[in-house]
């Protein structure tokens, strides 16, 4: 990046927002999720819905100058990179589009890395196995193919490294059948084409496991860990007979599990979370969130990576643009750019002024 900042901050970014085949047969011609964002309505009182995008609009993300404006806003706030969600299914690519783009233009010049969402699409929108749409499988042929087709992206200059190694997350960790043969496939195939090993990182879901027992170099502390959270912990909300789980966004953080290891452990701040576009009464919702309890969050989180050395600062945020769970940096009309101002103030370095100037100079 241009400019100095405390830490490295990468975002979770989905790449949803453009149509294909799949999801126009299971969901109808011309489907995207701002079909559910733009449909949402409150279901209780005081419920913020429908969340409806700044300045960057309804998107489509085959336009090259919505990915270049994207790229502009996240740079220009202190967001080093964005991490694509990778759906890989045994060869075939969904959602890809837009990485491929960036991978063939070389455009645009931003930071960016990739995490394998390795569960099955299903109608619940939770992996849940349940009517599924897409399943995802396994097999030790399928972990080389996929080793070759990561290395292309390992290779581009801006994927996103420590130390020269290229930052691979794997959201499901404990789904594949045997972690430590996935991943040695992915270092040893690496190597062979002449690449550096990838540093592989396990993702938490459900569990405050430490991957780095399983055949990967860390972990990324996940947030939300929704099947983490205690039902006894709703709120009651004035106006909620939806049957909607209402959470207190500083309650819920302060609930997620710590993981403790001898190998580095990534922290995850999510920004907020309201999943009722996707889910209806069956969503879960964080209220009291909003920039400055975010702002408070991620200066912990900045704070605590600061006396390690800066290539190894990666602090997540969850998430640049997940819209349909009301959980994204990109400006909306209620608070404008306020969740990119936030990191910007805390993660930006200001220049120590030199003596005897003006604090306008």
Not at 50 to 77: C, K, N, S
Not at 102 to 121: I, K, M, Q, T, Y
Not at 159 to 185: G, K, Q
Not at 189 to 212: K, M, Q
Request: aromatic share 12%; net charge negative.
């Amino acid at each position: 990046m241009s400019m100095d900042t405390r830490a490295r901050v990468v975002a979770f970014y989905l790449p949803q927002f453009h149509p294909i085949p799949e999801n126009d047969a299971w969901w109808g011609p011309g489907f995207t999720e701002w079909r559910n964002v733009a449909a949402a309505r409150p279901l209780f009182d005081g419920h913020e819905q429908p969340h409806v995008p700044g300045t960057l609009g309804y998107y489509d993300l085959r336009v090259p100058e919505v990915r270049e404006a994207q790229a502009e806003l996240a740079a220009a706030h202190g967001v080093e990179a964005f991490c694509y969600w990778h759906y890989w299914f045994r060869g075939k690519r969904l959602l890809g589009r837009p990485l491929d783009d960036v991978l063939a233009s070389g455009r645009p010049d931003h930071g960016f890395c990739l995490a394998w969402a390795n569960e099955s699409w299903t109608r619940t929108w939770l992996g849940d196995g349940k009517q599924i749409l897409q399943s995802q499988d396994y097999s030790p042929e399928d972990d080389l193919r996929h080793a070759r087709w990561l290395a292309e992206a390992f290779a581009d200059p801006r994927y996103l490294r420590i130390f020269d190694r290229p930052v691979f997350l794997i959201y499901r960790p404990a789904d594949l059948p045997s972690p430590e043969r996935t991943t040695d496939v992915l270092r040893s195939e690496s190597v062979r084409l002449g690449l550096a090993e990838p540093l592989l990182l396990g993702v938490t879901l459900h569990s405050n496991l430490d991957y780095s027992t399983r055949g990967f170099d860390g972990t990324v502390a996940f947030e939300p860990m929704l099947g983490m959270m205690p039902e006894t912990d709703t709120m009651h909300v004035s106006g909620n007979a939806s049957g909607v789980a209402i959470y207190d966004y500083d309650e819920v953080r302060r609930r997620m599990p710590l993981i403790t290891s001898t190998r580095p452990v990534y922290r995850t701040i999510v920004v907020s979370w309201d999943n009722s576009p996707r889910r209806g009464t069956r969503a879960i919702v964080f209220v009291n969130s909003g920039p400055e309890r975010f702002r408070a969050g991620l200066q912990e989180l900045v704070a605590g990576v600061e006396d390690q050395p800066f290539e190894e600062r990666l602090v997540f945020v969850n998430a640049w643009n997940e819209w349909a769970e009301g959980n994204h940096l990109e400006p909306d009309r209620r608070h404008g750019t306020g969740y990119l101002e936030a990191v910007r103030s805390v993660n930006v370095a200001v220049p120590a002024r030199r003596a005897g100037t003006s604090p306008r100079a």
